[in-house]
């Protein structure tokens, strides 16, 4: 499995913006999908949005999209999430996970390969 390393987590005051970083331990992405999903305070990990590795198709969770924006850079091997508008409702651990299958879905069982995650706390 692949190991993959999430950074970028940090602090920030409502309104502003953050962008977290996921890499793979080894060389490089060797998978079909990365995705990022988001723990908050007493709620289920829940999808934020996914990106094909070859293709760089997006998919996004109706209530990400717009706010969110998935990317990545072949180059420097690592997927980006891309957070803007920040409020204290978005605060929570968050997860980038790899797929080797053909699907990029909504569930955490979709994904075969996790981060530990990163912190995100915004302040109001």
């Known amino acids: 499995q692949e190991q993959l390393v999430e950074s970028g987590g940090g602090s920030v005051p409502a309104g502003d913006s953050l962008t977290l970083s996921c890499t793979p331990s080894g060389r490089h992405f060797n998978m079909y999908a990365v995705a990022w999903f988001r723990q908050t305070q007493g709620k289920e990990r829940e999808f934020v949005g996914a990106i094909t590795w070859s293709g760089g198709t997006t998919y996004y969770a109706d209530s990400m999209e717009g706010r969110f924006t998935i990317s990545r850079d072949v180059s420097h091997n690592a997927v980006y999430l891309q957070m803007n508008s920040l409020q204290s409702e978005d605060t929570g651990v968050y997860y980038c996970?790899?797929?080797?299958?053909?699907?990029?879905?909504?569930?955490?069982?979709?994904?075969?390969?996790w981060g530990r995650g990163a912190q995100v706390s915004v302040s109001s």
């Open positions: 996970a790899a797929t080797a299958g053909i699907r990029a879905g909504p569930r955490p069982t979709d994904y075969e390969s």
